[in-house]
């Protein structure tokens, strides 16, 4: 029998989790990658519902669980900067008895390299300039490898995908932006005593600022409501910097400190609160998976976990047939309702992140007020209703791929 092979572009998380599974069946597989190494830094993500079944299944969940995020108390502050109350985002959010997991992007990065490393042909540095569709395969050619010929590709490369803008076309058709941009970045840590949390918001934007008591880096997260999302040029670090001042300029808090590390920042993420919709998620021999295809935004919580969800169920289907397209059928048909209930998420008006008018904002502070005496009682999983049933509705089927050994700790 041949030997099937892949190409995946992104070295992410999707792009990790398809590739375990399909060189689990044995095949031939690539991930090509454009950033110079694996990246080891990034916010914290979840891990959860059916994700957790996914992981379980590779046997990485306990590694996970070893490696999750420790989050520090948080003080909610008021607009004039006062505390408000005292919140642990680390028991609100998700469950450890469902096995829900909060880890940072790059922790959880390394452990799905490690983990296909060793049967995967990983190339950092390099990405896909062209791809061309016949009866047998895909010829792609690479901006600095030697072309090749596979059986299918896979886009796993995020929001403004690469393999998507080859295959189906611009961005604008897909990208969907809700208002918000979000900027990440790490502080000095001298800013913030170890253990010190905060989150202050106005109408239309939020600062949090975390210093982990572990000696972990102190981090910056800023998001705010613009008047024109996708107009600021996320490469432009001057047109960023005025943006990202120009919407807190009225602080009252240490905003404007945390703003004057962020032009010197070697880590920073800015980019619009967007989600990525598609009618069709693969064309021919090429498909895509994660937040190529269908991105739900930060204010969902649930990228990274449809991200692993979706990548196994395009792996089993793959693994399943012979024909490309069929299995790409099938991977869409299981996995729209589940992408369209978690994206749903992030239209919300109750958002915790942030309150666009005054009124949501008094009403997202009382909520939040509420949380701690819920939390004593056992109670605060009331608040979490809508999310913990968009992220276990999917379920994998039990002839769905299994790790060799069976092992599903």
Not at 152 to 159: C, L, M, P, W
Request: net charge negative; charged share 20%.
């Amino acid at each position: 029998m041949t030997t099937r092979s892949a190409l995946i572009s992104g070295a992410s998380i999707a792009g990790p989790v398809l590739a375990y599974w399909l060189a689990e069946a044995g095949w031939n597989v690539t991930v090509v990658e454009r950033a110079e190494r694996l990246r080891t830094s990034g916010y914290p993500v979840d891990v959860r519902g059916t994700a957790v079944d996914v992981v379980r299944r590779m046997g990485l969940h306990r590694q996970l669980v070893e490696a999750h995020y420790r989050h520090v108390p948080v003080q909610l502050l008021t607009p004039a900067g006062r505390r408000l109350c005292t919140l642990d985002f680390g028991n609100l959010i998700n469950s450890s008895q469902a096995g829900d997991v909060e880890i940072t992007r790059g922790a959880l990065g390394e452990i799905l390299y490690a983990a296909t490393s060793d049967r995967v042909n990983y190339v950092f540095d390099d990405s896909i300039e062209s791809l061309t569709q016949n009866d047998d395969g895909v010829d792609v050619t690479f901006r600095h490898g030697d072309p090749q010929t596979v059986d299918v590709v896979v886009g796993a490369d995020g929001i403004h995908s690469n393999v998507r803008r080859l295959t189906f076309g611009d961005e604008s058709q897909f990208v969907r932006h809700l208002g918000p941009y979000a900027a990440i970045w790490d502080l000095p840590g001298e800013m913030f005593t170890p253990g010190a949390g905060f989150m202050y918001s106005h109408a239309g934007r939020t600062a949090m600022v975390e210093r982990p008591a572990d000696g972990g880096p102190t981090r910056a997260f800023l998001a705010f409501v613009h008047p024109a999302p996708g107009t600021v040029d996320r490469h432009d670090e001057h047109a960023v910097l005025a943006a990202v001042r120009e919407a807190f300029a009225e602080d009252r808090w240490r905003t404007g400190e945390v703003l004057d590390t962020m032009a010197d920042a070697e880590d920073l993420y800015f980019d619009t609160v967007s989600q990525v919709r598609m009618d069709s998620w693969s064309s021919g021999r090429v498909a895509l998976v994660g937040d190529a295809a269908y991105a739900p935004a930060f204010l969902s919580g649930q990228g990274t976990s449809i991200a692993i969800a979706g990548a196994y169920v395009l792996a089993s289907e793959l693994v399943r047939g012979d024909r490309p397209e069929a299995a790409f059928a099938a991977y869409e048909r299981r996995l729209r309702d589940y992408v369209q209930k978690n994206q749903d998420l992030a239209l919300r008006s109750d958002s915790s992140v942030i309150s666009r008018t005054p009124g949501q904002l008094l009403r997202r502070n009382a909520k939040l007020v509420t949380v701690p005496w819920l939390q004593r009682l056992g109670l605060a999983d009331l608040l979490q209703t809508q999310l913990r049933t968009a992220a276990t509705d999917l379920s994998l089927a039990d002839d769905d791929l299994r790790v060799a050994s069976g092992s599903g700790v």
